[in-house]
């Protein structure tokens, strides 16, 4: 098995990197195994960020994915704060600003992404902050105090989330989103507006269709500034307004990107030996027919696992259909599948309820589910989505026929 | 501090120190126990840190949360003694704990 494979090199330490490295030794690659990471922590969940850690519910070294003794223990690599400025892939290297070169014979890139930040005057202010990494949140949680006013920016699953820590936090919120809706790029209109409603009553100042010209400050934000010029006072400003892949190296050494740095089933770029998984790439999405680049762990991992898999010549694991997850208040929202294209919603139990489901079909076949504290819907959801499933929409929105028996149906 | 016995699928023994507050899959976790995969990091989000309960603990570690239940219901291999480990807090109560981990977690 995978003879002649002296080093992999792994570039970024984020969890499809992390998941690569793991994989690897797990299927027992005896080679050299180096894990490159630009933070200065080891690998580390990132979910939790935005909700419990925000909270200050859990210590750092809580969220660690494996504890430090594992890498030496696996003869990993483990290299924190390493940044590589250029990758040779005719001489098989990566180079860094300072220190000598890594040779590889198999490189995985895995360099994740970064938030997008604002461009309008004034977002270089301290106090305007993106929440990403631990650092970022070591950064924002000192100043949400009781009483402190916290402006988010974005009403995305990031903005939620993090505006439902700090509402518990006891910090007074105020949620600006450009659109008329929250969620505008994941999800339809009734758990936008359930999660509208959630917000509010919780106390959030949920702003729709809000247009930022620019933040105002002394050196620190005091103040962000709307159209129309209504001034809106506060302590800190979070910037949640999506991410933008990190594809530099890649784009540098010639590798062929389109909204991410492109990969094959098999996790494989445009060359041969070089691999890449997680947030910057895009992939084929298998139960779509098309590609696509996606932002969640169920990718990183599943696509650390392919990478490995690829690498060791071994058989792949079967794609999941993609799945997520975001905790807000009380409330769990678990979706599966990518509803882009939906020509129907069909809802399960009741909007007013805190339980129920949204499926999402296309031409009778359903495509995605967002399930809020509904774990049945979700769990069958995934399979009926992996197997683009046909329902009658009277039979899933029917709360009388368990999931149970609706997948028994349907997956037969 | 308690401690934990962890059996594979195959049955294999390994008895780690576990510390209170922290939950039984991050026990595994932090000890390196293969067969526990905790996708989501303990959010109940995924249902890969499926575990059997030794019988006599099963009263100790509490009944599963509706959350919980409605994931077992439609997890892999679930037996009467299935629980999510990541939903299980260690306290001195769970001294001597035992668990399985199944053969897969997907």
Same mark, same amino acid.
């Given at each position: ?142 100043? !949400?105090?009781? +009483? @402190?006013? #916290? %402006? =988010?920016?974005?009403? $995305? ?7 439902? *820590? &700090? ?87 010639? !590798?062929?990107? +389109? @909204?991410? #740095? %492109? =990969?094959?089933?098999? $996790? ?7 691999? *890449? &998984? ?135 | ?106």
């Amino acid at each position: 098995m995978a003879s002649g494979i002296e080093h992999v090199v792994v570039i970024g330490a984020g969890q499809a990197g992390a998941q690569a490295a793991y994989s690897l030794r797990q299927s027992g690659f005896e080679g050299a195994l180096t894990l490159l990471g630009d933070e200065a922590y080891p690998p580390y969940q990132r979910p939790p960020l935005s909700k419990g850690y925000l909270k200050g519910e859990l210590e750092a070294d809580r969220l660690f994915l494996k504890p430090g003794s594992y890498y030496s223990d696996n003869r990993i690599d483990l290299v924190t704060s390493a940044a590589p400025v250029r990758l040779d892939l005719a001489a098989r290297r990566v180079e860094f600003q300072a220190g000598p070169a890594l040779g590889w014979d198999r490189l995985v890139i895995a360099t994740g992404a970064r938030p997008r930040m604002l461009t309008l005057p004034g977002a270089g202010l301290d106090g305007v902050l993106a929440l990403r990494t631990l650092a970022d949140v070591d950064q924002l949680r000192p100043y !949400l105090t009781t +009483g @402190a006013r #916290l %402006i =988010v920016i974005g009403g $995305g699953y990031i903005g939620l989330e993090a505006a439902a *820590a &700090a509402c518990r936090l006891g910090v007074s919120v105020t949620l600006l989103e450009a659109a008329p809706q929250l969620l505008g790029r994941v999800t339809g209109p009734e758990i936008a507006d359930f999660f509208l409603r959630t917000h509010r009553a919780a106390g959030v100042n949920v702003r729709l269709n809000a247009v930022i010209e620019g933040f105002e400050g002394t050196g620190r934000v005091s103040t962000v500034r709307l159209a129309g010029g209504e001034r809106l006072d506060c302590d800190v400003v979070l910037v949640g307004i999506g991410v933008i892949p990190n594809l530099e190296l890649a784009q540098q050494a010639g !590798l062929a990107c +389109g @909204a991410g #740095l %492109i =990969v094959d089933r098999a $996790g494989r770029t445009s060359h041969p030996d070089v691999f *890449a &998984a997680g947030d910057l790439v895009q992939r084929p999405l298998v139960h779509y027919g098309r590609v696509g680049r996606l932002e969640s762990v169920h990718n990183a991992i599943e696509g650390g696992k392919i990478v490995a898999a690829s690498i060791l010549g071994l058989p792949p694991p079967t794609e999941e259909a993609p799945w997520f997850w975001s905790d807000q208040f009380d409330v769990k929202l678990q979706t599966a599948g990518l509803w882009t294209g939906a020509d129907q919603r069909v809802v399960r139990g009741d909007l007013e309820s805190g339980r129920f489901a949204v499926f999402y079909l296309k031409e009778g076949r359903i495509l995605a589910v967002d399930a809020v504290n509904a774990g049945p819907e979700f769990l069958v959801g995934k399979r009926l989505a992996a197997l683009s499933a046909r329902l009658a929409p009277s039979e899933l929105a029917d709360v009388n026929l368990s999931m149970k028996e609706i997948g028994a149906r349907a997956l037969g | 501090m308690p401690k934990i016995t962890f059996i594979d699928a195959a049955g294999a023994q390994r008895t780690v120190e576990a510390k209170n507050g922290m939950t039984v899959m991050e026990t595994a976790v932090k000890n390196n126990i293969p067969g526990i995969d905790a996708d989501c990091g303990g959010a109940c989000a995924c249902a890969t840190c499926h575990v059997y309960v030794k019988a006599e603990y099963l009263d100790r570690v509490g009944k599963p949360s509706a959350m919980e239940q409605s994931m077992l219901d439609f997890a892999e291999n679930v037996k009467e003694n299935s629980r999510l480990s990541c939903q299980i807090k260690i306290s001195d109560d769970l001294e001597g704990l035992s668990v399985t981990t199944p053969e897969s977690q997907h």
